[in-house]
């Protein structure tokens, strides 16, 4: 019985030995933000859209988007966003790589690759819930005091430019290639801007952000709140859904606000 032992011991240890690492999980645990569409046109004024979620005025901003006219940087996922606010003294600038299309326990495996871990503070990870579907993304924030060069009246293009290109964080600038991504900033041009209202108000007991913005001639409104737990996030996504829905306030176009800057 012992030489038995000693010999099964010795063979599970063999199997061990020979058996391939298990692939660590990922660290990274997204948030995630459920974000709905409005129908603007299912109220009488603005007035009344703001005053059914409650909410009183924040900050009034000007947002831009900067990709080359065939939209090289979208089409690989990259966001580049400036915003100019017109009350507070400051501007930010945000680089955002997104993954549409692409499962979001795929997307955290590439952002495991490129040397992604949970415990990068100046990064946010987050599972974009849109229309149903949660969709992972990666940003970077950074925010200066405002210029002569980025006012909410006009911006400096060269220079926003050039600030894109001199704040770039390296994980971003090297996530493809360097060269290209610096050659396709330099290319860039804006989209926008867009006005966007922004609110904060209440829907269905959760605290919620609401967003008015306005481009060229049209006119979109979101609702938004940020949770940590996908549970979270389902209920109050199937609750949001069922009122709106009930209150044919539901706008049957769920369309980013990135979309409804660049597509137009």
């Known amino acids: 019985m012992k030489k038995w032992s000693i010999a099964l011991a010795c063979t599970v240890g063999l199997l061990i030995q020979g058996a391939p690492p298990a692939q660590a999980a990922s660290d990274i645990t997204p948030s995630y933000e459920v974000k709905i569409n ?39 996922g990259y966001i580049h966003r400036l915003r100019v606010y017109d009350s507070d003294k400051k501007t930010n ?20 690759e490129k040397g992604f871990t949970n415990d990068m503070s100046n990064y946010k990870f987050e599972n974009d819930r849109k229309d149903g579907v949660d969709s992972f993304s990666i940003s970077r ?67 919620a952000d609401l967003e ?12 938004s709140t940020k949770v940590d737990q996908k549970q979270q996030a389902d209920d109050i996504e199937q609750s949001w859904l069922q009122g709106l829905t009930e209150a044919d306030w539901l706008n049957e176009e769920q369309i980013s606000k990135t979309s409804f800057v660049m597509d137009r």
Do not use: C, M
């Open 38 to 76: 409005v129908d603007v046109d299912a109220f009488p004024n603005q007035t009344a859209l703001i005053n059914a979620f409650d909410a009183t005025h924040d900050e009034d901003v000007k947002v831009y988007y900067f990709d080359t006219p065939d939209q090289q940087f979208k089409k690989k």
């Open 141 to 207: 924030k950074e925010t200066f005091k405002k210029n002569n060069h980025l006012t909410f009246d006009s911006i400096d293009v060269g220079y926003a430019i050039q600030l894109f290109k001199d704040e770039a964080p390296k994980k971003v600038r090297e996530w493809d290639d360097e060269t290209w991504y610096l050659n396709t900033l330099t290319a860039s041009i804006p989209y926008g801007p867009a006005l966007a209202n922004t609110y904060v108000g209440e829907y269905k007991g959760v605290e």
């Open 212 to 223: 008015i913005w306005s481009y060229k001639g049209e006119t979109i409104a979101e609702i």
């Open 93 to 112: 600038i945000t680089y955002k790589k997104v993954f549409p299309g692409i499962p979001v326990e795929d997307a955290i495996a590439e952002a495991d």
